[in-house]
């Protein structure tokens, strides 16, 4: 069982609510936090009884304000590169998560916190949420996928702009831009995360896996994402969960599924 210094875990009917826990430096990512968080998104993969994830931040202020600035600024081009490869290798761990992971986005995501939010399948905003890529101000650029998800979920124009830009945006001009998939107010952010879960876990399992990994197929140009859709489609056909779903409708009533 792995400890934690960074981050608290809370497992709860099947919802395991992952915080980062720095809040007196806004919750910034050391290098050991992003250790923490790939053995963390390593549980939600492998725990049985997790069914689906939460990120948030500790405190009301802060998801996330980037990487460690502390940390960034000792960098050499060198170790620049494989800390750069390393938050990408955990981030792209959540992205394809076979089980469902939202972001709580609870105040500031900015940098790394951003692109967290980012690698999650989706996000929620309190209204005070400020998103933003403001590494340009450092001299930097987004290191752990920003460049490419940010791309993925806004467009080019807007996401050139944000980027070049580094400027913060609201929450609600967040999801305007499709960032941000509802904003709600900061004491009902888990509510409406875990409610959200709550529905996606009525479903089956099976589907819900297969629905994230076609989505993510579309931004893998190595890969026939419609190809990826019809072996996964053929694979539900397969399974127990298949048969009392489509059961379930002709009897009229709601489907019990397990994961088969
Ligand atoms: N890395 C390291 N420490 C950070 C941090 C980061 N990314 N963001 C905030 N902190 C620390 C501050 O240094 C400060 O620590 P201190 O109390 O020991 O001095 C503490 O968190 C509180 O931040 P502070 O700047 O005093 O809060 P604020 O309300 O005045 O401003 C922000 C909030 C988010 C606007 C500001 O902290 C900020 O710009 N942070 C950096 C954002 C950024 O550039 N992220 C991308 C990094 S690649």
Do not use: W
Not at 22 to 28: M, S, W
Not at 99 to 128: D, Q, T, W, Y
């Amino acid at each position: 069982m792995a400890t934690y210094e960074n981050l608290l875990l809370d497992l709860n009917n099947g919802i395991l609510t992952i915080t980062i826990n720095r809040a007196d430096k806004l919750n910034a990512l050391n290098i050991e936090t992003i250790r923490e968080i790939k053995n963390a998104i390593q549980q939600v993969y492998d725990d049985e009884d997790v069914k689906g994830a939460i990120f948030t931040g500790a405190g009301q202020k802060a998801f996330v304000a980037g990487a460690d600035i502390s940390e960034i600024a000792e960098l050499s081009e060198l170790n620049a590169r494989s800390f750069a490869e390393r938050g990408q290798e955990v981030f792209a761990m959540i992205e394809r998560c076979n089980k469902p992971v939202i972001a709580a986005v609870n105040g500031f995501a900015l940098g790394g916190g951003c692109e967290l939010a980012m690698a999650c399948h989706m996000r929620v905003a309190s209204e005070n949420a400020r998103f933003g890529q403001p590494e340009v101000n450092l001299g930097v650029i987004p290191g752990y996928g920003g460049t490419q998800r940010m791309t993925q979920l806004i467009g080019k124009g807007k996401a050139m702009e944000l980027m070049m830009t580094g400027d913060m945006i609201t929450a609600e001009e967040a999801r305007a831009l499709g960032l941000v998939n509802h904003v709600v107010p900061q004491e009902d952010l888990l509510l409406k995360c875990n409610e959200i879960l709550g529905k996606i876990m009525g479903k089956a399992p099976l589907s819900i896996g297969l629905v994230i990994e076609c989505v993510n197929a579309v931004f893998n140009k190595d890969e026939n994402g419609y190809q990826t859709e019809a072996n996964s489609f053929a694979r539900c056909c397969s399974s127990e969960d298949f048969v009392e779903g489509t059961t379930a409708f002709l009897e009229k009533r709601k489907p019990a599924f397990k994961g088969l």
